[in-house]
């Protein structure tokens, strides 16, 4: 038992706390809980701002009308919209804001977009099901992160522009669709995050971010896999994205870190090219003998080396496939969710100038648990640049950005002009 009400008032003050840990109390083992994480966060909490979801409790009864007369909570609507409740709605992630026009991604600090295509897995297909899942699955998570003391809802806005329109039986005419999506999103100032996808989005993704600057870019790549040869099956496969993406002028080979390679499924060419190119390969055994801060340190150092920003590209199969079944080209031996989810919080408190999330196949998946953890990858990712302050700092790097045409379009997707009057 922690505290006997019959020697003093249970009492949470610092001070009180910490004449306790001094001695000064009676009951002299009771542990110091200001020195917990946990004691710190449940005080962070009372200082974030809440205005963002009253906004937002406001907006649903705007948009979905004011709920049943015997519903007390006077904020519940009749028809769902916004996060709650959790099981229910149409789910963009995270239940942001649907950019359907793509114009708006720019009034976002973050643009999740989709990008359904497996085209280029070379055993089990299925990613093309990879941001319908992740969506899927993010609807279960609130903005706000206990440990961190972060909620992103009020702290950054995030909206999602669903989907680039790939074409299934054409790897390069779907990296070149991809390339102007991920271009358009950088060129307006949002940070792009995608979705994947299996891997070989990595290289036109890359492509889409390098051509709006003229500065350097090195990549952070977690996996099991080296992903750096030329060609696989005679084409650009989930096998090759670092081997073009380090060809692009201004993504020097000697930035790319890949951490977590290892195991049986290392072609021997992608280590030929590693070598020749000096890339640095941190393994599964070298984060485990060097510890998560050492290897955060290690990959920062090499990946910001001479650099302007730090793309991150996160493979969910570089965690165990133990806990995620639900991935084209599983592998035992991975990293446990604890060490993944350390590795690219940390990555990305220094900035990250784009991520993308690849490899969660769905029709391989159980109860959600492989797109759940994609999920919190990138809402991982999007707290440490909200708690760091590195959110839009990929901006100043944007010196050529691209000017996409859109159509022509005027009047409502309404099918009746006028509505019915009564
Ligand atoms: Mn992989």
Redesign the pocket.
């Known amino acids: 038992m922690f505290f006997d009400r019959n020697e003093r008032t249970r009492s949470h003050h610092p001070a009180d706390l910490a004449g306790m840990a001094k001695g000064t109390e009676k009951r002299h083992h009771h542990p110091d809980l200001t020195k917990l994480a946990g004691w710190k966060a449940m005080r962070k909490e009372a200082e974030l701002p809440e205005g963002r979801w009253d906004e937002e409790r406001r907006w649903a009864l705007r948009m979905g009308l004011t709920g049943a007369d015997t519903i007390e909570d006077k904020s519940i609507p009749t028809f769902a919209r916004g996060e709650l409740p959790h099981y229910a709605g149409i789910n963009t992630f995270l239940k942001a804001p649907y950019a359907e026009d793509v114009l708006e991604v720019s009034h976002y600090d973050a643009t999740v977009l989709g990008i359904p295509f497996d085209g280029g897995t070379t055993y089990r297909a299925g990613t093309r099901f990879g941001p319908q899942g992740v969506r899927k699955i993010s609807a279960l998570y609130t903005p706000y992160n206990y440990e961190i003391g972060v909620d992103l809802r009020e702290q950054m806005t995030l909206c999602d522009a669903g989907d680039v329109f790939t074409i299934p039986a054409n790897i390069e005419k779907s990296f070149d669709q991809i390339s102007r999506a991920v271009s358009h999103v950088f060129s307006s100032g949002s940070l792009p995050i995608m979705i994947g996808g299996d891997?070989s989005i990595g290289f036109p993704c890359v492509r889409g971010i390098a051509e709006c600057t003229s500065k350097k870019i090195g990549i952070v790549h977690f996996?099991?896999?080296a992903?750096i040869q030329e060609k696989d099956l005679d084409e650009r496969m989930h096998t090759t994205p670092w081997f073009h993406s380090t060809n692009l002028p201004n993504v020097p080979a000697k930035n790319l870190v890949q951490i977590g390679i290892g195991g049986w499924q290392v072609p021997r060419e992608a280590v030929k090219v590693a070598r020749e190119r000096e890339t640095n390969i941190i393994t599964m055994g070298d984060m485990e003998k060097m510890g998560i801060d050492k290897t955060i340190e290690m990959a920062l150092e090499m990946a910001w080396d001479g650099v302007d920003m730090v793309y991150m590209s996160f493979?969910i199969?570089s965690i165990d496939c133990g806990f995620v079944p639900g991935t084209g080209?599983p592998e035992p031996g991975g990293f446990l969710p604890r060490e993944a989810l350390a590795l690219a919080s940390g990555i990305a408190a220094e900035g990250i100038c784009g991520m993308e999330l690849v490899?969660v196949a769905p029709p391989y998946d159980v109860s959600d648990i492989t797109a759940l953890m994609g999920t919190r990858v990138i809402v991982d990712v999007l707290g440490a640049l909200v708690a760091n302050g590195k959110l839009g700092e990929h901006r100043k790097h944007i010196d050529k950005p691209v000017k996409i045409p859109h159509g022509e379009f005027e009047g409502k997707r309404w099918s009746n002009a006028e509505p019915h009057k009564f």
Request: charged residues 65%; glycine residues 0%.
């Open positions: 891997h996996d099991r896999h992903d493979d199969d080209w490899e």
